[in-house]
């Protein structure tokens, strides 16, 4: 199987403030790949993948060193916009955050920010997204109540399909399934399974379990540095480093 | 002994608490039962459409139409300053102040709302009356619109504070939500959180009409006092606030002008609980719309 570089890390460091929260990160993720980023909490994955959407900005009093490249271009460049990065660049939270909206201004929300008037073509690419993020048959009759009447599982697939709506190339999942019921955690994984056909994905978990069902690439944190990297199958089964192995055999974590 | 003490405790505390329940009753008894003789004298329609305001003539005239205009242009305009400088300078605090403009700017918008109203009835009156007298060549600075200039500013730290309040109750991984799909800060802003603290605000703009309707003693200061009916808002007015002030030391006890006086604050008071009674319903559904509870 050929593997091309969607994006990449090379040599980060980020503070917040005066604290060093990521050290020399290194790490390529492969297109049309779901690439598990693993590790105890507090070892910096989160931060590391808020990076790749440059959602850090969020946060001030924060610096960066080193740089994060989208096909190859360096996505903090001076003459880069962040808005459009996040465009190409999409991310689904750790807890459901619908708009207090209906389901359908939910998903539109995207397009109309971005610019999309024309009505049909707003109608069409809303159900399309809610049919790829597997939640239209839940609620194609109800397209116009409140988000916030679905259950949990069901408004991060909404999440899902927001993200959808506005086409990106990556889709970043920051531990999606944190506050979910193991059957909508189900779900959401065979959706992941289903969307790394047409997207690079990025997952952040503390499951490993999940990490090993889902993903093709393991990446393993640890205190802000990338310990280990590999085929999901080799560092599951056979861990270069010794840190790896306490960590999934649960010695720690 | 101790057992006592505890149950005293108790006792004192739970009197307290309902302490402002029975003056609340107490203030609305009393209002009702000096202020519905008026309604013998004068049919309830004519009291309060009536368009001439002459209590002391003979015979008297009980018309508060012109005050209730009065207070409802001055009102008005004062909404018009301190919905636009409250809201706004709430957005600024909220979402692009930093952290050390924050730390100065709100402890000043509270600072101005402790002014007494007498300062800001005073400042009126010596600066801003004249001012626009010479500024737009009117009679008298005292009048309705330079009352509504000083109440707006009264006004805007309430609507200051409880918008930004409303504000920040917004989640932050609603912007969040906006950010990631490509919306820039502007919005994300105007598509999002103001959306979704559209009934705080609301709640504060409410509030502050409640502040300015009920406020007495800058427009006994600055409105001008004249109970006619206002052709303009250069013209000297009279709201129901300061008639009630004004009157009441002349108004001889029992007379029908006394009970008059008592109906207005009987009106003055259910418009502002009308008020506070929408505002309440407002900021619940509010908080219900964004996942807080109770």
């Known amino acids: ?20 929260a990521l050290k020399d990160i290194n790490l390529d993720i492969c297109e049309k790949r779901v690439t598990a980023i693993i590790g105890p909490s507090g070892c910096g994955k989160s931060t590391f993948i808020r990076l790749l959407n440059r959602m850090n900005e969020l946060i001030p009093n924060t610096s960066l060193k080193g740089r994060i490249l989208l096909d190859g271009e360096d996505i903090f460049g001076q003459q880069v916009d962040a808005v459009g990065i996040r465009r190409r660049v999409g991310m689904v939270f750790q807890k459901p955050n619908p708009f207090p909206k209906s389901i359908f201004e939910n998903v539109s929300y995207g397009l109309h920010v971005n610019g999309v008037k024309d009505k049909k073509l707003i109608e069409k690419k809303v159900v399309s997204s809610l049919e790829k993020a597997a939640l239209w048959d839940d609620i194609k009759d109800r397209l116009h109540e409140s988000a916030l009447k679905l259950s949990g599982g069901q408004q991060q697939r909404l999440c899902i399909a927001r993200c959808l709506a506005v086409e990106p190339e990556v889709l970043l999942f920051d531990e999606p399934c944190a506050s979910l019921d193991p059957i909508s955690t189900g779900k959401i994984e065979e959706l992941i399974m289903e969307l790394k056909k047409y997207y690079t994905i990025v997952i952040v978990t503390h499951n490993m379990q999940q990490a090993a069902r889902i993903s093709d690439h393991t990446a393993f944190f640890l205190l802000g540095e990338l310990i280990e990297m590999g085929k999901t199958q080799d560092i599951f089964t056979a861990p270069k480093d010794k840190r790896t192995e306490d960590y999934i055999t649960g010695r720690f974590g | 002994m ?72 001055v009102t008005l305009g004062a909404l018009l300053v301190c919905v636009p400088l409250g809201v706004g300078s709430a957005l600024y605090l909220n979402e692009m102040a930093s952290f050390r403009q924050r730390s100065v700017l709100k402890p000043m918008v509270e600072i101005l709302a402790s002014i007494p109203s007498v300062v800001y009835g005073f400042f009126g009156m010596m600066i801003v009356a004249p001012v626009l007298q010479d500024l737009l060549h009117i009679p008298t600075g005292l009048c309705a619109f330079s009352a509504s200039l000083v109440l707006g500013i009264m006004a805007t730290p309430t609507v200051c504070s409880i918008a930004e ?46 502040r300015a309707v009920g406020e007495t003693m800058t427009v006994l200061m600055v409105a001008g006092g004249s109970a006619v009916i206002p052709k303009s808002i250069f013209d000297p007015v009279r709201p129901m606030t300061s008639a009630i002030a004004a009157e009441m030391g002349e108004a001889p006890m029992g007379s029908m002008h006394y009970h008059s006086l008592f109906a207005i604050a009987l009106i003055l008071f259910l418009i502002t609980f009308a008020f506070n009674i929408a505002a309440e319903i407002i900021s619940r559904r509010f908080r219900i719309k964004l996942g807080h509870s109770g």
């Open chain 1, 1 to 20: 199987m050929h593997n091309n570089i969607k994006m990449k890390a090379e040599n980060v460091d980020f503070f917040y403030g005066p604290r060093q």
């Open chain 2, 2 to 73: 101790a057992r006592i003490k505890e149950k005293a405790y108790e006792w004192v505390f739970t009197a307290l608490a309902f302490s402002s329940l029975i003056f609340l009753v107490g203030i609305v008894i009393v209002l009702f039962k000096e202020g519905f003789p008026i309604f013998k004298a004068v049919k309830a329609g004519d009291f309060l459409f009536g368009r001439f305001w002459y209590p002391t003539y003979e015979p008297p005239e009980f018309g508060i139409f012109p005050l209730i205009l009065a207070s409802f242009w």
């Open chain 2, 165 to 210: 309040d409303a504000l920040s109750y917004v989640p932050k991984s609603f912007r969040e939500a906006s950010f990631a799909v490509g919306a820039n800060r502007w919005q994300t802003l105007t598509k999002v959180v103001i959306p979704a603290a559209g009934s705080g605000i609301s709640t504060a703009i409410i509030l502050g009409m409640s």
